[in-house]
């Protein structure tokens, strides 16, 4: 397969995993969730080697690099190399996955109750009728 020289936003995105469909990676991009070189985008704008891309995702952020191309969906092992993160990006999003996982071990889990059985529903109906 010949090397490619440019791909479109999506298509890149997509490819390496930031997104399961390039319809969420397009939809990303035409929200503002995606900035090229520090401006916002269309999904269809072609990108080369050396761009520098800020991407939004749920409460997760990425601010890279890209290293490579590739025009297909490959391992995520693969789709790592497609790109470089800055070392503040990182430990930013590592702080962030820390803190939520601290703050759901101290949350009380609410259990809902369970249904009632056959003996439970025969007392409600007792108490309901008298």
Known sequence: MPAVESLRLDKWLWAARFFKTRKLAAEAVSGGKVHLNNQRTKPGKEISIGATLSIHKDQYSWDITVTGLNSQRRPASEAALLYEETAESREKRQQ???????????????????????????????????
């Open 96 to 130: 962030l996955i820390i803190r939520q996982r601290e703050e759901q071990a101290n949350s009380e889990h609410f259990e809902r109750p369970s249904k009632p059985n056959k003996k439970d529903r025969r007392l409600i109906h007792r108490f309901k009728r008298g």
